[in-house]
């Protein structure tokens, strides 16, 4: 199956174009459509260019966005319980480091502790 990934003019409710732009994909085999955002770009480039769409419709194609995958990595969200969340605030606070910096550290310890830290030069740097 092929992804087509492309901005597209929206069509008013008469069918005429809106002058209104979405990235969009389509699959060549019934994968389906999908509108990348919710925006109304004025340009098929601004479209092309919309964050939110290169994010959602990576995650659909299974392709990120060129840009993406090589720029700065994107921010992770973690649904943690409000007990794990206290327990990132209080070893924050016991070990004077920010939250961000208790996680690098937890997966410096995961990696020696269960990954037996097999090739030091692949370890991440120590948590700031
Ligand atoms: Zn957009």
């Excluded at 919710?38 to 601004?46: Q, T």
């Excluded at 700065?72 to 943690?80: E, G, K, S």
């Excluded at 794990?84 to 070990?95: F, G, K, T, W």
Aim: glycine content about 10%.
């Amino acid at each position: 199956m092929a992804w087509f990934v492309q901005p597209l003019q929206r069509k008013d409710t008469c069918g005429n174009p809106s002058g209104l732009w979405r990235l969009c994909a389509e699959s060549d085999e019934g994968g389906g459509f999908y509108a990348g955002c919710e925006h109304d770009h004025a340009s098929p480039e601004e479209a092309q260019d919309c964050l939110d769409a290169q994010r959602f419709l990576g995650g659909i194609t299974g392709f990120p966005h060129m840009e993406l995958s090589c720029e700065a990595p994107l921010p992770l969200t973690f649904d943690f319980t409000d007990e794990e969340v206290a327990a990132i605030n209080d070893l924050s606070r016991r070990q004077d480091l920010s939250a961000i910096g208790v996680m690098r550290q937890a997966l410096r310890m995961y990696q020696i502790s269960v990954l037996g830290a097999p090739d030091l030069g692949q370890m991440l740097p120590p948590a700031e």
